[in-house]
Nanobody, 127 residues
């Protein structure tokens, strides 16, 4: 089992940057694929980035490709989401999620793929 805690959210002007962190408890975090999702009021939760357990594979939807970068430091049990050139439409609660996987290059693309979720951190982008 793993517990996830997000941090790094806040208020930023359009065009600015934020780096979110997702820190996990437990000693086997390197066995988990991790995804970052976001959910705005009245909208469904959507994926914004995913990374495999060995960092060999990443995924970004078109809405954030070229602006967001996911990375991980397994020695620190932490996954990062660097968000650049933020837009007002990026405003949402951001959640990290983890799934234990035996496959080194597995990435989960949908909410049901993940077993563990953090409590979320709010990102607000002003225009």
């Amino acid at each position: 089992q793993v517990q996830l805690v997000e941090s790094g959210g806040g208020l930023v002007q359009a065009g600015g940057s934020l780096r979110l962190s997702c820190t996990a408890s437990g000693r086997t975090f390197s066995s988990y694929a991790v995804g970052w999702f976001r959910q705005a009021p009245g909208k469904e939760r959507e994926i914004v980035a995913a990374i495999s357990r060995n960092s060999g594979r990443t995924y970004y939807p078109d809405s954030v490709k070229g602006r967001f970068t996911i990375s991980r430091d397994n020695a620190k049990n932490t996954v990062y989401l660097q968000m650049n050139t933020l837009k007002p439409e990026d405003t949402a609660g951001y959640y990290c999620a983890a799934k234990w996987s035996t496959l080194g290059n597995y990435v989960g693309l949908q909410v049901p793929a993940y077993d563990y979720w953090g409590q979320g951190t709010q990102v607000t982008v002003s225009s």
